[in-house]
Every structure is written in structure tokens, then in C-alpha cells.
């Protein structure tokens, strides 16, 4: 398996807290078969206000401890150092100065949990006139997709893959959640899924149990799709299938009108 999405580099965001800590969720990978990660910390406007040089020094320190304890401790897992990418003002800056990017090409995005900008197709478009494709960090979590699905379905016809984090269909991560999640699975519209792990605890890493899981309720093919295959291509710089997708809300017919209307 691949993680495209994980807080394992140390001492860098909200993630692993130190080499310690680092190490245990490298094994814990290990153990779970993932084969390969692509580490995602945060980077929000905060941590390149005074200039992108003490961000730069940051990974880069993260990176090589990392290397040096799977070198140390004979760990068989491949790592990805890129980012998780907070939209912002400053994000022109971030895809000029720094090495966010998957593959040079795609971009994990993530948008503040309770709103969303108005002009999101707009600021989509931006990014992939550059060539950069960008990957939707775990829409189900966004408060205002929550409420709306459907202002989620753009985005997707506009060839952004969705990545959804595996804790929102085990559903450790709360009923809206684990909703507009099964909601996506049901209209097709996830391309990926990734752990967004950030220690061993209250964010665990659940990628075995995720493709265990999927492969239950899907078929084996559908779990290595979207936690092999898929991310297999974002990591060799390939494109994904995006298909169109309809995320307008279930019809309800005149039985279930007459049933809302008896029960209001
Ligand atoms: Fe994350």
C-alpha cells in the first residue's frame, strides 16, 4: 500500500512530536504493509509569513531524521517528502519557492473545516493552468460540503481527484463525516484515501483496516485502486480517472413527501 497523506515527519506541524514518536508510526506502517508514504505536513500562512528559508530548514531537517531512522532501525518503506497545503493568499508563493508538489504535478489541498471561498472553481482553475493538478484533501470533513455536497461536484468535473481520510469511513471521526464520506462512495466520486495520521493514538494510522474494509464493503480491486493503484500514478506524476460525477441530493418521490410531511 501506499499513504499519500500522513503527519510522520517529527517536529514539524500538529503531527509526530518527535524522533520517538516519528519511529513508532514509520514501524506501525511497516506492520500495516504500507510500502511507501508520502509525508503531508501542514503548511499554513503562519509558517512562511517572515519567508519561506525557516520552512525550507524545517522539512529538510524532518526528512533526514526520517531517513536516518528507516536507515537505523532497517525500516522497508519508502518515504515522499511534499505537503498538505492550506488555501491561501499566499499560495502563489508556496508553488513558486517551495517543494510542495507530488510528482512536480499534483497538489494536496485543504480548505478551512468551517467555510469555504466563494470563487473556488475560479482558484482551481488558477492552479491547473500551471499544470498542477490539485488533489482535494478529505472534503467530508469541510463543514459547508457537509451541508452541501453538490458544491463539492465541480471541482471533481473539473478533474480535481478527492482524497478521503480513511478514520471518516471507519467513522472514528464523527457522523457528518462518515455521511458525506459513504455519500462520495456511493456516487463514485473518491479516487483516493489516506490515512492522515498524525501519531499512535487519537490519529492513528488505519490503513491496513481501511483497505480491509473497503475490500469488504467494494471488492479487493476497489481498496488497491484507491490505496495502491491511484496513488501509485499521483507518485509517478501519472493522471487518475476523474469521471463526471452527480452529487445533487437523493430524489425523493411522493411516498417520502407524504412521510416528511407527516412527520413535521
Ligand atoms: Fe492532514
Known sequence: M???HNHMLPAVDDGAKNDDVALSMLQEAVRQGVQHLVLTPHLYEADIIKGTEPWKDKIEAGKQTVLGLLDEHDL????TVAAEVRYQDMLPII?????????KKYLLLEFAFHSVPNNLERIIYDIT??????????PERIKPWQRDP?????????????????GSFLGSLGPNTEKLANFLFDRDAVHLVGSDSHNLESRPLYSKPGHDCLTERYGVEYANLLLKDNPGKILAGKPIDVYPVDLSPP???????LLNIFKS
Open 129 to 138: 493552468r500551471k499544470g498542477i493538478t490539485p488533489i482535494i484533501a478529505h
Open 251 to 257: 430524489k425523493t418521490g411522493w411516498k417520502d413527501k
Open 2 to 4: 501506499i499513504d499519500i
Open 150 to 166: 453538490q458544491r463539492l461536484e465541480e471541482l471533481i468535473n473539473m478533474g480535481c481527484p478527492t482524497q478521503l481520510d480513511i
Open 76 to 79: 522497508p518503506v519508502k518515504v
Open 95 to 103: 508553488l513558486e519557492e517551495l517543494d510542495v508538489l507530488i510528482a
